[in-house]
């Protein structure tokens, strides 16, 4: 008896290493299947999708940008007015190692005059002295909040800003006189890779 329960016991041990082995085999495979899956999709759908370059009026100042920067940069893919008669510039305003500041303007020398200027791009490091965000709270691309602030004209009108935080940043996007749907267009293309 006590040697039929030593090979029970072996047989037990024999079929409890063969399931684990083709679970793991399995689950193998299922990885597989996702990676491939994922692989698909972003052949159909171009790798632009996964790491696409943002708005080719960035071109120029990107390589500053990276070397000073050390937030993440994200710059949006679509900016409003660009594709017309009148070519739009990115002009470095300010960049350090916790900051930028990206005029958009309709000449290479604008010095954000309101004849020349289209808005802003602008990112920060988060501190305990960064003021809360206000506006007017609706959500983007992710699932992430962010903060609208229409213009206001007198003399000149204002930009209206679209302001989110996200993984330690603040990022700010503004557009002279701009709308709500082309600000949230503009920070969605810049919050998806």
């Known amino acids: ?14 079929v409890l290493l063969i399931s684990a082995n083709s679970f793991e085999d399995s689950v193998a495979i299922e990885n597989q299947g996702i990676v491939n899956h994922y692989s698909h999709l972003i052949t159909l759908h171009g790798a632009s999708t996964v790491n696409s370059q943002p708005h080719k009026v960035f071109r120029s100042i990107l390589p ?3 070397q000073k920067s050390q937030i993440r940069i994200l710059l949006p ?3 409003p007015e660009s594709d017309g008669d009148n ?3 990115a002009i470095i305003e300010t960049v350090t190692a916790n900051k930028y500041e990206i005029l958009l303007g309709f000449s290479p020398d ?12 602008a990112a920060e490091a988060v501190t305990r002295k960064t ?3 206000s506006g007017k709270p609706l959500s983007l691309a992710k699932g992430i909040s962010g903060y609208f602030v229409d213009f206001s ?3 000149n009108c204002s930009d209206a800003t679209l302001t989110w935080r996200q993984k330690g940043v603040q990022y700010t996007i503004g557009l002279k006189a701009g709308d709500r749907t082309s600000l949230v267009k503009m920070a969605n293309s810049a919050i998806n890779p």
């Open 64 to 66: 500053k940008l990276k």
């Open 110 to 121: 604008c010095n954000g005059g309101n004849a020349c200027r289209l808005g802003i791009v």
């Open 131 to 133: 003021p809360r965000l």
């Open 1 to 14: 008896m006590i040697l039929g329960l030593k090979n029970i016991s072996a047989v037990c041990a024999l």
């Open 77 to 79: 893919k679509f900016i």
């Open 87 to 89: 070519p739009v510039y």
């Open 153 to 155: 004209c007198g003399a």
